[in-house]
Protein backbone atom coordinates (compact mmCIF):
# COMPACT_ATOMS: atom_id res chain seq x y z
CA UNK A 1 0.00 0.00 0.00
CA UNK A 2 1.62 3.49 -1.07
CA UNK A 3 0.27 5.32 2.17
CA UNK A 4 2.47 2.74 3.97
CA UNK A 5 6.36 2.77 4.22
CA UNK A 6 8.41 0.81 6.44
CA UNK A 7 12.28 2.27 7.12
CA UNK A 8 15.30 1.32 6.80
CA UNK A 9 13.90 -1.84 4.32
CA UNK A 10 17.20 -3.99 5.07
CA UNK A 11 19.26 -3.62 7.58
CA UNK A 12 21.91 -6.00 9.31
CA UNK A 13 23.26 -5.26 12.51
CA UNK A 14 25.49 -6.79 15.29
CA UNK A 15 24.23 -8.64 18.17
CA UNK A 16 24.01 -6.52 21.26
CA UNK A 17 22.94 -3.47 19.30
CA UNK A 18 19.85 -1.38 19.60
CA UNK A 19 18.11 -0.96 16.17
CA UNK A 20 14.69 0.96 15.74
CA UNK A 21 12.46 0.67 12.86
CA UNK A 22 10.46 3.12 11.55
CA UNK A 23 6.53 2.76 10.30
CA UNK A 24 5.29 5.87 8.43
CA UNK A 25 1.36 6.14 7.60
CA UNK A 26 -0.33 8.87 5.40
CA UNK A 27 -4.07 7.15 5.63
CA UNK A 28 -4.63 8.35 9.30
CA UNK A 29 -5.62 5.07 10.86
CA UNK A 30 -5.62 4.96 14.11
CA UNK A 31 -4.36 1.55 14.62
CA UNK A 32 -1.27 0.39 14.04
CA UNK A 33 0.70 -3.06 14.31
CA UNK A 34 3.93 -4.47 13.84
CA UNK A 35 4.33 -8.13 12.92
CA UNK A 36 7.31 -10.49 12.52
CA UNK A 37 7.43 -13.56 9.79
CA UNK A 38 9.72 -16.02 9.90
CA UNK A 39 9.69 -19.38 8.56
CA UNK A 40 7.30 -21.82 9.78
CA UNK A 41 5.55 -19.70 12.05
CA UNK A 42 3.75 -17.64 9.57
CA UNK A 43 3.14 -13.96 10.89
CA UNK A 44 2.98 -12.74 14.74
CA UNK A 45 1.68 -9.44 16.41
CA UNK A 46 4.30 -8.01 18.27
CA UNK A 47 2.97 -4.84 19.56
CA UNK A 48 0.21 -3.02 18.50
CA UNK A 49 -1.19 0.61 19.23
CA UNK A 50 -4.83 1.96 19.41
CA UNK A 51 -4.18 5.69 19.33
CA UNK A 52 -1.24 8.24 20.13
CA UNK A 53 0.77 7.21 22.94
CA UNK A 54 -1.76 3.95 23.73
CA UNK A 55 -0.01 0.70 22.93
CA UNK A 56 -0.43 -2.71 24.04
CA UNK A 57 1.74 -5.99 23.57
CA UNK A 58 0.98 -8.96 21.14
CA UNK A 59 1.91 -12.82 21.47
CA UNK A 60 5.61 -12.26 20.82
CA UNK A 61 6.51 -9.10 22.60
CA UNK A 62 9.53 -10.07 24.76
CA UNK A 63 13.06 -7.91 23.79
CA UNK A 64 10.50 -5.45 21.89
CA UNK A 65 9.33 -2.01 22.74
CA UNK A 66 7.55 0.37 21.07
CA UNK A 67 6.36 4.13 21.09
CA UNK A 68 3.66 5.92 19.40
CA UNK A 69 3.76 9.89 19.28
CA UNK A 70 1.99 11.15 16.73
CA UNK A 71 -0.50 9.26 14.66
CA UNK A 72 1.55 8.47 11.37
CA UNK A 73 4.98 7.42 13.08
CA UNK A 74 5.21 4.02 14.89
CA UNK A 75 8.23 2.75 15.74
CA UNK A 76 9.69 -0.34 16.89
CA UNK A 77 12.83 -0.83 18.79
CA UNK A 78 15.04 -3.67 20.09
CA UNK A 79 16.96 -2.29 22.62
CA UNK A 80 19.59 -4.86 22.26
CA UNK A 81 19.26 -7.23 19.22
CA UNK A 82 19.66 -10.86 19.30
CA UNK A 83 20.10 -13.94 16.38
CA UNK A 84 16.73 -14.80 16.88
CA UNK A 85 15.17 -11.85 16.51
CA UNK A 86 16.94 -12.12 12.75
CA UNK A 87 13.05 -11.52 11.02
CA UNK A 88 10.84 -9.97 8.41
CA UNK A 89 9.05 -7.16 9.73
CA UNK A 90 5.57 -5.66 8.69
CA UNK A 91 3.95 -3.15 9.68
CA UNK A 92 0.37 -2.54 9.55
CA UNK A 93 -2.42 -0.17 9.75
CA UNK A 94 -6.00 -0.19 10.36
CA UNK A 95 -9.44 1.25 11.47
CA UNK A 96 -9.36 -1.05 14.28
CA UNK A 97 -11.29 -3.95 15.34
CA UNK A 98 -14.54 -2.80 14.33
CA UNK A 99 -13.59 -2.71 10.37
CA UNK A 100 -11.09 -5.37 10.52
CA UNK A 101 -9.69 -5.41 7.55
CA UNK A 102 -5.40 -4.37 8.03
CA UNK A 103 -3.70 -2.90 5.62
CA UNK A 104 0.49 -3.97 5.32
CA UNK A 105 3.99 -2.09 4.84
CA UNK A 106 6.00 -3.29 2.05
CA UNK A 107 8.72 -5.13 5.16
CA UNK A 108 11.79 -4.70 6.56
CA UNK A 109 14.39 -7.29 6.40
CA UNK A 110 16.57 -7.05 9.57
CA UNK A 111 19.77 -9.23 10.06
CA UNK A 112 21.10 -9.53 13.22
CA UNK A 113 24.51 -11.35 12.91
CA UNK B 1 -2.58 -21.01 17.93
CA UNK B 2 -4.27 -19.94 14.81
CA UNK B 3 -7.83 -21.01 14.85
CA UNK B 4 -8.15 -22.18 11.33
CA UNK B 5 -6.66 -25.26 9.16
CA UNK B 6 -6.22 -24.90 5.83
CA UNK B 7 -4.24 -27.27 3.02
CA UNK B 8 -0.48 -26.43 2.64
CA UNK B 9 -0.57 -25.95 -1.17
CA UNK B 10 -2.57 -26.09 -3.89
CA UNK B 11 -2.61 -25.61 -7.99
CA UNK B 12 -4.57 -24.41 -10.14
CA UNK B 13 -4.71 -23.70 -14.01
CA UNK B 14 -4.32 -20.45 -15.67
CA UNK B 15 -7.71 -19.26 -16.55
CA UNK B 16 -9.18 -21.68 -13.98
CA UNK B 17 -11.61 -21.10 -11.11
CA UNK B 18 -9.16 -21.33 -7.59
CA UNK B 19 -11.02 -22.88 -4.65
CA UNK B 20 -9.40 -22.74 -1.77
CA UNK B 21 -11.21 -24.02 1.58
CA UNK B 22 -10.76 -23.64 5.27
CA UNK B 23 -11.90 -25.16 8.56
CA UNK B 24 -12.76 -23.37 11.14
CA UNK B 25 -14.97 -25.38 13.33
CA UNK B 26 -14.65 -23.93 16.90
CA UNK B 27 -15.55 -20.30 15.39
CA UNK B 28 -17.82 -18.64 17.64
CA UNK B 29 -21.13 -16.68 16.95
CA UNK B 30 -19.41 -13.02 16.44
CA UNK B 31 -16.17 -14.23 14.43
CA UNK B 32 -15.71 -13.00 11.41
CA UNK B 33 -14.05 -14.66 8.62
CA UNK B 34 -11.42 -12.87 6.79
CA UNK B 35 -8.83 -13.77 3.87
CA UNK B 36 -5.68 -12.11 2.54
CA UNK B 37 -3.20 -13.65 0.46
CA UNK B 38 0.83 -12.43 0.38
CA UNK B 39 2.63 -12.68 -2.93
CA UNK B 40 6.63 -13.16 -2.46
CA UNK B 41 8.44 -10.75 -0.05
CA UNK B 42 5.67 -8.51 -0.50
CA UNK B 43 3.26 -7.72 2.58
CA UNK B 44 -0.11 -9.21 3.08
CA UNK B 45 -2.90 -7.73 1.35
CA UNK B 46 -6.93 -7.99 2.45
CA UNK B 47 -9.12 -10.03 -0.04
CA UNK B 48 -12.36 -9.87 1.70
CA UNK B 49 -14.56 -11.00 4.76
CA UNK B 50 -17.85 -12.07 5.32
CA UNK B 51 -19.65 -13.42 9.01
CA UNK B 52 -22.24 -15.56 7.44
CA UNK B 53 -23.57 -14.95 4.10
CA UNK B 54 -21.84 -15.14 0.88
CA UNK B 55 -19.48 -12.36 -0.04
CA UNK B 56 -18.32 -11.12 -3.43
CA UNK B 57 -15.95 -8.05 -4.28
CA UNK B 58 -13.87 -7.24 -7.31
CA UNK B 59 -11.15 -10.01 -6.27
CA UNK B 60 -12.84 -12.46 -5.18
CA UNK B 61 -16.10 -14.45 -4.20
CA UNK B 62 -16.31 -15.69 -0.22
CA UNK B 63 -18.84 -18.94 0.43
CA UNK B 64 -19.25 -19.82 3.93
CA UNK B 65 -21.31 -23.15 5.25
CA UNK B 66 -24.42 -22.72 6.94
CA UNK B 67 -23.25 -24.22 10.19
CA UNK B 68 -19.91 -21.39 9.55
CA UNK B 69 -18.16 -24.50 9.95
CA UNK B 70 -15.94 -23.78 6.65
CA UNK B 71 -15.65 -21.44 3.99
CA UNK B 72 -14.07 -21.47 0.28
CA UNK B 73 -12.69 -18.32 -0.99
CA UNK B 74 -12.99 -18.34 -4.78
CA UNK B 75 -10.64 -16.95 -7.57
CA UNK B 76 -13.09 -17.18 -10.27
CA UNK B 77 -10.49 -16.71 -13.58
CA UNK B 78 -7.13 -17.14 -11.65
CA UNK B 79 -4.17 -15.80 -13.21
CA UNK B 80 -0.22 -16.31 -12.55
CA UNK B 81 -0.11 -12.94 -10.38
CA UNK B 82 -2.70 -14.71 -7.99
CA UNK B 83 0.06 -17.13 -6.93
CA UNK B 84 0.66 -15.89 -3.51
CA UNK B 85 0.15 -17.87 0.12
CA UNK B 86 -3.94 -17.24 1.49
CA UNK B 87 -4.44 -17.07 4.66
CA UNK B 88 -7.50 -17.62 6.25
CA UNK B 89 -8.17 -15.72 9.69
CA UNK B 90 -11.02 -15.83 12.23
CA UNK B 91 -10.99 -12.65 14.43
CA UNK B 92 -13.82 -11.33 16.66
CA UNK B 93 -14.12 -7.82 15.91
CA UNK B 94 -14.08 -6.61 19.46
CA UNK B 95 -10.51 -7.70 19.90
CA UNK B 96 -7.46 -5.64 19.44
CA UNK B 97 -5.18 -7.61 19.01
CA UNK B 98 -6.35 -11.46 18.04
CA UNK B 99 -5.64 -11.23 14.85
CA UNK B 100 -3.46 -14.69 13.90
CA UNK B 101 -2.16 -15.62 10.66
CA UNK B 102 -1.38 -19.09 10.67
CA UNK B 103 0.84 -20.90 7.80
CA UNK B 104 -1.72 -20.42 5.23
CA UNK B 105 -2.10 -21.98 1.69
CA UNK B 106 0.37 -21.69 -0.56
CA UNK B 107 -1.48 -21.38 -4.33
CA UNK B 108 0.36 -21.65 -7.30
CA UNK B 109 -1.30 -20.72 -10.76
CA UNK B 110 0.29 -22.88 -13.57
CA UNK B 111 0.24 -21.63 -17.48
Known amino acids: DAGITQSPRHKVTETGTPVTLRCHQTENHRYMYWYRQDPGHGLRLIHYSYGVKDTDKGEVSDGYSVSRSKTEDFLLTLESATSSQTSVYFC????????????FGPGTRLTVT | DAKTTQPPSMDCAEGRAANLPCNHSTISGNEYVYWYRQIHSQGPQYIIH???NNETNEMASLIITEDRKSSTLILPHATLRDTAVYYCIVWEKTSYDKVIFGPGTSLSVIP
Open chain 2, 50 to 52: GLK
Open chain 1, 92 to 103: ATGGGPLTGEQY
